[in-house]
């Protein structure tokens, strides 16, 4: 089984052109989109289904203990492929940053690790498990500089002071004015600061040869995410979500983890995303739809 990952970052100088200054994104996708077209809602007429969804409009994932384990489970396979999109963007030593939809707050260790004693990170979800979760782990690993709060409504989030950098992965995905979203926060960055996004491209992801139940599970995966109004594709998207946010187009790359054989973490983590989606699964009738 393989999988490919797209990553894209860009180093304009967003607010400020120049050599210190870099809007950064990344984004990545995995296995599961294979043979998305075949299994997937695309082509047929959305359902109510899908109407109540975008109303409700509940995170797809949940927060139960499975999640916040896989949570962390996803980063293991990811956490390199992230890091070198922050060493890319220009996340260094010293640097205050921000962390937008932490969840357990991988994404925050890392970069508390990168930017080191003298910076600083706070991580922020509207998860109060991932975040109680988020805070044990960093006192677990030793990480004074790193600190967590719960934030409801991320559109009106401001951090006690500007920071030099806003970060987030697998978050713009699941937001419903995301353009909106990142013009907010690149306001709560400083002149010439930073602004580091790595997102899904689902539909890129496939296994070689194919893999039936890989398949079937990449089909339910995806049309679940898309009845919940998730943006499956959010990666390719960055872009043009960069400018209509009033940012300049972000330097981007593209990165992927790859499995194969009958070890591969891959499975299991198709196995954890499934679990995590159960509920919404039925919500939606995704199971019954695919019979
Ligand atoms: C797929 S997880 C990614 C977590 C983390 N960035 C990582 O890569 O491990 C998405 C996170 O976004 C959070 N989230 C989704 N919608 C949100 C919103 N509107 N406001 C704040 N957090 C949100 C969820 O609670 C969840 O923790």
Redesign the pocket.
């Known amino acids: 089984m393989k999988a490919d990952d797209l990553l894209g970052y860009y180093r304009p100088g967003s607010l400020h052109f120049g050599a210190d200054s870099s809007v950064s994104t990344a984004s990545r996708h995995w296995f599961y989109s294979t043979m998305k077209q075949q299994n997937s809602l695309f082509g047929r007429v959305p359902s109510v289904i899908e109407e109540s969804a975008a109303s409700t409009h509940q995170?797809v994932?949940g927060?139960a203990e499975c999640e916040l384990r896989r949570?962390v489970s996803?980063?293991r396979l990811i956490a390199d492929i992230?890091e070198q999109v922050m060493q890319r963007a220009g996340i260094k030593r010293g640097m205050s940053v921000l962390?937008?939809?932490?969840?357990?707050g991988?994404?925050s260790l890392l970069t508390a690790r990168l930017v080191g004693s003298a910076g600083r990170v706070l991580g922020?979800?509207?998860?109060v498990a991932?975040i109680n979760r988020a805070r044990e782990r960093a006192a677990e690993a030793g990480l004074p500089n790193v600190s967590f709060e719960v934030?409801?409504?991320?559109a009106s989030f401001r951090p006690p002071a500007p920071v030099d950098a806003v970060v987030?992965?697998?978050?713009l995905m699941?937001?419903r004015e995301p353009a909106a979203i990142l013009s907010h926060f690149a306001r709560q960055v400083r002149p010439g600061g930073l602004i580091v996004f790595?997102e899904l491209v689902l539909s890129m992801c496939r296994s070689e040869p194919s893999c039936p139940l890989a398949e079937k599970c990449g089909g339910w995966i995806h049309d679940t995410f898309l009845l919940a109004g998730a943006d499956v594709d959010m990666g390719w998207k960055l872009f043009a979500t960069f400018q209509q946010a009033g940012l300049p187009g972000p330097e981007m790359f593209l990165g992927s983890p790859v499995g194969a054989g009958p070890d591969s973490p891959m499975y299991r983590h198709i196995a954890e995303t499934v679990r995590s989606l159960l509920p919404m699964m039925e919500h939606y009738g995704v199971l019954r739809l695919k019979k």
């Open positions: 995170y994932l927060d949570l996803q980063s992230t962390d937008c939809g932490c969840g357990v991988d994404v922020i979800d509207r998860s991932g934030v409801d409504d991320l987030g992965r697998l978050i699941y937001l790595q």
